[in-house]
């Protein structure tokens, strides 16, 4: 799927180039978009990633269950030992899911990323949805 999500994940692959990779998926762990940058080597298998990026949306929607407590999640940091695994919440639906290098760094990157938007999401013609499948 494209529009709106491509100029997303396009906005926040510009952020650091220290960001491998980047999806914005539904609070079911639909992927909308995603990219991967282009010198970036792929460290889990596509079910693997779909299994990772489903286990950060069940955890995110496990934290908002205490959110009138203790305030809405801004945002996840999980370091690995190859990389760092980043989740921002676009609005009450989307996720912003990224993967950056070990050493990237991850303050800079959420300040930015944290200012993302998801634009109006409009109606897309099965034509033009075909266009934008990655």
Not at 27 to 52: D, I, P, Y
Not at 75 to 81: E, L, T
Not at 101 to 121: E, P, S
Request: hydrophobic share 35%.
């Amino acid at each position: 799927m494209g529009f709106p999500y491509l100029d997303l994940i396009e906005k926040a692959l510009k952020i650091s180039p220290d960001i491998r990779f980047a999806t914005v998926c539904n609070m079911f762990g639909e992927v909308k978009h995603s990219k991967h940058r282009s010198n970036a080597k792929n460290l889990l298998t596509q079910r693997e990633s779909l299994k990772s990026l489903e286990s950060a949306t069940r955890a995110w929607s496990l934290r908002n269950e205490f959110a009138s407590k203790i305030g809405k999640g801004e945002f996840v940091i999980a370091q690995y030992g190859k990389i760092k695994r980043i989740v921002i919440p676009l609005d009450k639906d989307h996720l912003l899911y990224m993967t950056t290098t070990r050493n990237a760094d991850h303050n800079k990157i959420v300040k930015k990323a944290t200012k993302l938007k998801l634009g109006k999401i409009k109606k897309i013609t099965k034509s033009r949805e075909k266009l934008f499948i990655p």
